[in-house]
């Protein structure tokens, strides 16, 4: 039996696609990305909230979530 995984990968792909064309620049984008996803790492190991989801993933979602709700302060 497969395990259904906790998010859609077409909805990663077009929040990723949006951050990708948001970004002025595609190394900087991908190197923020990597970074949040590696301070997230150190941050959530000890609750470990959703082991499915990946901190890059989780990254991904975040940082699109701050391009399409300013309100939302983040780095």
């Given amino acids: 039996m497969a395990k259904r995984l906790p998010f859609d990968s077409s909805e990663i792909m077009t929040r990723a696609d949006e ?3 948001a970004a002025s620049n595609r190394y900087r984008i991908t190197v923020q990305v990597a970074n949040r996803a590696k301070r997230r790492r150190y941050e959530d190991f000890e609750s470990m909230d959703d082991p499915m989801m990946k901190p890059v993933i989780r990254a991904v979602i975040e ?3 701050e391009l399409t709700q300013p309100e939302i302060i983040g780095d």
């Fill in 19 to 21: 951050l990708m064309n």
């Fill in 63 to 65: 940082m699109s979530d």
